[in-house]
């Protein structure tokens, strides 16, 4: 069974710039989660999705959006980089939203 | 402070040795708890999840739970080299409504020496 997919691995943008990441979660789960990981620290939750509606959201400012397609992949888009959003994006895919499944990252670097 | 409190390590033990990896955390809203191993670049991969209070055993790997103490321990037995990596602590409280977000600690780092 294939596990959760993201794309692309790694990626270099400049400060102002904007990104779209990709998440396909493993089959049969509904539920699509993101989340940020700077180095040296523990992942901070971005959003979650469940059935395409967004079911919760983290303390991350408006730069940050997603959304999730009818067959349960997300994306999650931000918009006017910083420095500071440089880390290890990571998405994890859910029966119902409890028990996560991570995949194994979007390596976002902001020059 | 932090919600979820993990001891960042290095922790350095001889192969064979167990291993005891704790987080405590302040919120009592949190239900559910799981143990995550993270390779260097790589994302989390989950070793465990439990929702009660007690043990819960897989293979070489334990996970405790303290709800009154509000306190976690994962045990690992007879460590291989190959468990070398970072243990991520992590937990949420059951509430479908505002979506299940994991708290996560800062992680230690395990190194199992031959």
């Known amino acids: 069974d294939a596990g959760v997919t993201q794309s692309p691995t790694h990626l270099i943008k400049t400060r102002g710039q904007h990104v779209t990441l990709r998440c396909s979660p493993i089959?049969?789960?509904?539920?699509v989660s993101w989340y940020q990981q700077v180095l040296g620290q523990g992942p901070q939750f971005i959003f979650q999705y469940y059935e395409k509606e967004e079911r919760g959201r983290g303390n991350f400012p408006d730069r940050f959006s997603a959304r999730q397609f009818p067959n349960y992949s997300s994306e999650l888009n931000v918009n006017a980089l910083l420095l500071g959003d440089s880390a290890l994006y990571l998405c994890a895919s859910s029966l119902s939203g409890d028990e996560q499944f991570f995949g194994p990252g979007t390596r976002l670097t902001v020059l | 402070q932090k919600e979820v409190e993990q001891d960042p390590g290095p922790l350095s033990v001889p192969e064979g040795a167990i291993v005891s990896l704790n987080c405590t955390y302040s919120n009592s809203a949190f239900q559910y708890f799981m143990w995550y191993r993270q390779y260097s670049r790589k994302g989390p991969e989950l070793l465990m999840y439990t929702y009660s209070s007690g043990n819960k055993e897989d293979g070489r790997f334990t996970a405790q739970v303290d709800k009154s103490s509000k306190y976690i321990s994962l045990f690992i037995r007879d460590s291989q080299p190959s468990d070398s990596a970072t243990y991520l602590c992590a937990m949420g409280p059951l509430n479908s409504n505002s979506g299940y977000a994991l708290n996560f600690g800062k992680g230690t780092s395990l190194l199992v020496t031959p």
């Open positions: 089959s049969g789960h509904k539920s």
